[in-house]
């Protein structure tokens, strides 16, 4: 079993930065894909990032590309997702979620991810 808490959101002005983590207790094995997907007011929850916890392969939404940046240290069993430049269209709830079969060709869709977090709030303001 994995218990993913995240952290890191908050309130920020459009072109601001905020970084998110994704601390994660139980075993990660090193097979994992970690994603970040967010969800707006009415809308449905979207993919943002992931990465393969073995071997660094990450892969972006275009809405987030060149300016989040999704990284993990193994040591601490944590994901983090680093946004810069960020636009009142990234307000959303972020939600971190793992993925123990460790298929790389389904990252984007949420429901290949078995575990969630519980979500952070980050809004943009203008």
């Known amino acids: 079993q994995v218990q993913l808490v995240e952290s890191g959101g908050g309130l920020v002005q459009t072109g601001g930065s905020l970084r998110l983590s994704c601390a994660a207790s139980?075993?990660?094995?090193?097979?994992?894909?970690m994603g970040w997907f967010r969800q707006a007011p009415g809308k449905e929850r979207e993919f943002v990032a992931a990465i393969r916890w073995s071997g660094g392969s990450t892969y972006y939404a275009d809405s987030v590309k060149r300016r989040f940046t999704i990284s993990r240290d193994n040591a601490k069993n944590t994901v983090y997702l680093q946004m810069n430049s960020l636009k009142p269209e990234d307000t959303a709830v972020y939600y971190c979620?793992?993925?123990?079969?460790?298929?790389?060709?389904?990252?984007?869709?949420?429901?290949?991810?078995?575990?969630w977090g519980q979500g952070t709030q980050v809004t943009v303001s203008s």
């Open positions: 979620a793992a993925d123990p079969s460790g298929y790389w060709g389904t990252y984007h869709l949420d429901g290949t991810y078995d575990y």
């Open positions: 139980g075993r990660i094995f090193s097979s994992y894909v």
